[in-house]
């Protein structure tokens, strides 16, 4: 019997019919990589840090498993993919076809036949839902995604060279906007959505794309409950940004520039010849900023200093008024090498631009001023976007400020913190009644008290939903009032509009950690955990020192992906890992650990003596019948 490997969408072995063939999902991520490099083979050592990163011991103990299940299930069905000896993994010649995209182009088709090829495949997206955490691979994952746009790009440049047949209008079409989806903000790909909407007269038809995209935003407020006058409410004709005279803004402009530090890469890897390469790119990129006239940039004699006081750097940072840090990280080694770029606005510490730079593939010396450029630009215009929005905070100073106040008291999660937080939030609404990002905050200590309870409080969830519309009818240009408007939803049941509405967040703010964070949260209640896990792993890297609620949203994730003893290992780096008491009881039950299971059954019971387990269940959203019973049977094993 013939197989094919299929890699775009869900990962699978297809039998010669096409119908999904059991076979383990790391050895098909096995055959994708070296399908994908064209390798013959790669090394025991090289595939195990691929697949599970961390302790190479351990990694290398998991992988003797999996190949042991590989040669068994290649037994029954009779052929072999993968051959195996004690320092390598070898690919069997011509064993299996695959959907892969060949590094090599086919020169022997036009670029028309080309281009049908990877519009078709790159509707979906490359290994959408594979359940592999380890860094490595996913840098690896985004390398090939990112070879494939590169791909799109050229052969759509050259298929637009040559005269087109009014038959393939329509593809070339498709597969501009496919690439403008993936790189909205590249300046080639608008030139060629430009130049491919232009044949035979259709740029009026990109208008009108265009046009009912923009109205997905305006259409959202008129579908919340109407607020009443006495809140003022009423969605203004014109945002407050409008309402700035431009001899305002212009004076304001001139008055504070924002203050920007470049703090130099720190190496995670032991290549010090890219640790020097990387710098000198960073100081490519701090010319660069010197070169405009939006920002202020520190000098890099001073940026090395602050970066160096890891005790302090906030007082830092205050003392010499930066108001903007972009921080750089290099990780891995030798193929593997990727410089990580975060942008972060003080002093809130939100991280408003992220990037990571792959330089795997890449010969980083002769590529650096184009990095360079690319960095700079992004980050120019993530500050002026940024700086536009604080001109609305900087009319309501009092209520800033209060606001402020509230926003520390939000980032621990208990009933007492949720409680101090919303007064003093509501203070802030008694300084301006309409200031948004306190009324989507209070928003948030209501949904966060419903979780924290546990006993299903209906009112609280209608508060949660009431204050996250009003914020959005103010402000529908900030994603705060969506956010916390997807988290109300979410615990109501609704789970499609949860989705929608945190969608909707994390286009308005695609960096912005805790986002994307609740997104995935809400993802694992929407039974997409393989999913949830990529957004969880984004909010982590964006958010480093990872707060409670993401390392419970990704044991959540772990938990019904059956993987009990991560789930239990997120829920330990929790610095309350009782919040998760629950979830770490059904995953030591099903772990078959009835003594650690029934501890903290106890403990549940000596705060919440009334927990039911089905009336709890019925309370908590899950799209899909298994996951509630996976979740239930676990509860139920430990003792509830």
Known sequence: MKFSLRTFGEIALLDSDERPTAFPKKALLILAYLLANDSKSISRTSMARLLWGGDITN????????????????????TEFLTFNDAEIHLAPGSIASDIISIHADTAKSPIENLAFLARSLH??????????????????????????????????????????????????????????????????????????????GLEQLRTIFARRRDLLPSWPASLPAVPNSQKAAA??????????????????????????????????????????ASSLIEDVTLGFCALHSLRVIAPYSAIQISRQSDDQLALFERYDINYVLETRLSGS??????????????????????????????????????????????????????????????????????????????????????????????????????????????????????????GDDELL?????????????????????????????????????????????????????????????????????????????????????????????????????????????????ADPSLADRLAAASWAMLGHQDEARLLVRRVRETNPDFDVDRWLSLIPSKEQWHRDLYREGLKKAGF
């Open 462 to 574: 209608k508060s949660a939903e009431d204050f996250a519309s009003r914020a959005i009818s103010i402000r529908n240009d900030l994603s705060d009032g969506y956010r916390e408007l997807g988290v109300a939803k979410l615990f109501q049941g609704a789970i499609d509009e949860s989705v929608e509405a945190l969608e909707t967040a994390e286009s308005l703010s695609p960096h912005h950690a805790d986002v994307i964070a609740d997104h995935a949260d809400t993802l694992v209640h929407f039974s997409r955990p393989g999913l949830a896990l990529e957004k969880i792993q984004r909010a982590m890297d964006l958010n480093p020192i990872n707060p409670d609620s993401y390392l419970w949203t990704a044991a959540g994730a772990n938990y019904a992906l059956s993987q009990f003893q991560t789930a239990l290992d997120y829920i330990g780096q929790m």
């Open 236 to 277: 203004p004709a014109h945002t407050p940004i409008d309402a700035v005279s431009q001899h305002d803004t212009a004076t304001r402009s001139i008055l504070r520039i924002p203050r920007l530090a470049l703090l130099p890469p720190g190496n995670d890897g032991p290549d010090i010849a890219a640790t020097m390469v």
């Open 59 to 78: 990694s290398l103990t998991n992988l003797r498993k999996l190949v042991s299940r590989i040669k068994s299930r290649q037994s029954e069905l009779k």
């Open 334 to 455: 030798d193929r593997d090498l990727s410089l990580f770029v975060q942008l972060i606005s003080l002093p809130e510490n939100e991280v408003i631009w992220a990037e990571r730079f792959n330089f795997g593939k890449l010969d980083l010396v002769h590529n650096k001023r184009e990095i360079s450029r690319q960095i700079v630009l992004a980050a120019a215009a993530e500050v002026e976007r940024h700086e536009m929005t604080l001109v609305y905070f900087e009319q309501n100073p009092d209520a800033y400020h209060q606001y402020l106040v509230g926003q520390q008291y939000l980032h621990r999660l208990t009933l007492p913190n949720m409680r101090r937080a919303r007064k003093e939030l509501k203070s802030a609404l008694r300084r301006s009644a309409d200031f948004a990002p306190a009324l989507s905050s209070i928003a948030r200590t209501y949904s966060k008290e419903w979780l924290l309870t546990a006993r």
């Open 124 to 201: 979906a997206t490359f290994l959408e839902r594979a359940s592999c955490q380890s860094r490595t691979f996913v840098d690896w994952r985004e390398s090939e995604r990112q070879r494939h746009r590169t791909m799109l790009k050229e052969t759509l440049d050259a298929a637009l060279s040559l005269p087109a047949a009014s038959s393939d209008v329509g593809l070339v079409k498709e597969a501009a906007l496919l690439l403008f989806e993936a790189e909205p903000q590249d300046e080639k790909t608008h030139r060629i959505l430009l130049k491919a909407f232009d044949i035979e007269g």
